[in-house]
Antibody, heavy 119, light 111 residues
Framework: EVQLVQSGTEVRKPGESLKISCQGS????????IGWVRQMPGKGLEWMGI????????RYSPSFQGQVTISVDKSISTAYLRWNSLKASDTAMYYC????????????WGQGTLVTVSS | QSVLTQPPSLSGAPGQKVTISCTGR?????????VHWYQQLPGTAPKLLIY???NRPSGVPDRFSGSKSGTSASLAITGLQAEDEADYYC???????????FGGGTKLTVL
């Protein structure tokens, strides 16, 4: 079974750093891109960026460029999303999802990681 | 404002048919990029519902169908059931933004 499993709920204070993870299994990890999607409370889905595990080629949404860092460790089939200095407005659910070629769908999705940033 | 435009909400009675629209641009649908649809049940992660305009993944009932024409796409749900109450999102690729884009989402209520 193709599966993406994300790390657990995080609670941080403003200004702190954070790295969440997304581990793939049941398929060739380097053959598919991994994307990250934000969903703020009560809001819709926003594409943040995407990484090719084979060569670490990364594309960021202009809205998130410079705000987060996407990386991957293909030796353990895991992609990461990192913040250097969290803001309260980063409070959201974050999903990873697998994607094939450029115009293919995101499937499957991870279960989501809830990040709460509060003083 | 989302690049792909969906109605914020829709409702229908059990057994009825509803259609969710998704309006794009010349840089996404008009450029030939496909549309995909996702269903997000309350408190869960999105799930692929329709891919490449009109294809259903294994396990998705044939009550769900998709279409795309020009710069518009739509998702139709026939024989509406209580379990269909969810948020639905369209998604594509936009060549002018060089970005993957989602519609704003449509909240479907089954009356």
């Amino acid at each position: 079974e193709v599966q993406l499993v994300q790390s657990g709920t995080e609670v941080r204070k403003p200004g702190e750093s954070l790295k969440i993870s997304c581990q793939g299994s049941g398929y060739s990890f380097i053959s598919y891109w991994i994307g990250w999607v934000r969903q703020m409370p009560g809001k819709g889905l926003e594409w943040m960026g995407i990484i090719n595990p084979a060569d670490s080629d990364i594309r960021y949404s202009p809205s998130f460029q410079g705000q987060v860092t996407i990386s991957v460790d293909k030796s353990i089939s895991t992609a990461y999303l990192r913040w250097n200095s969290l803001k309260a407005s980063d409070t959201a659910m974050y999903y990873c999802a697998r994607m094939g070629v450029t115009a293919s769908p995101f499937d499957p999705w991870g279960q989501g990681t809830l990040v709460t940033v509060s003083s | 404002q989302s690049v792909l435009t969906q109605p914020p909400s829709l409702s229908g009675a059990p057994g009825q048919k509803v259609t969710i629209s998704c309006t794009g641009r010349s840089s996404n649908f008009g450029a030939g990029y496909d549309v995909h649809w996702y269903q997000q049940l309350p408190g869960t992660a999105p799930k692929l519902l329709i891919y490449v305009n009109n294809n259903r993944p294994s396990g998705v009932p044939d009550r769900f169908s998709g279409s795309k024409s020009g710069t518009s796409a739509s998702l139709a749900i026939t024989g509406l059931q209580a379990e269909d109450e969810a948020d639905y999102y369209c998604q594509s690729y936009d060549s002018s933004l060089s970005a993957w884009v989602f519609g704003g989402g449509t909240k479907l209520t089954v009356l």
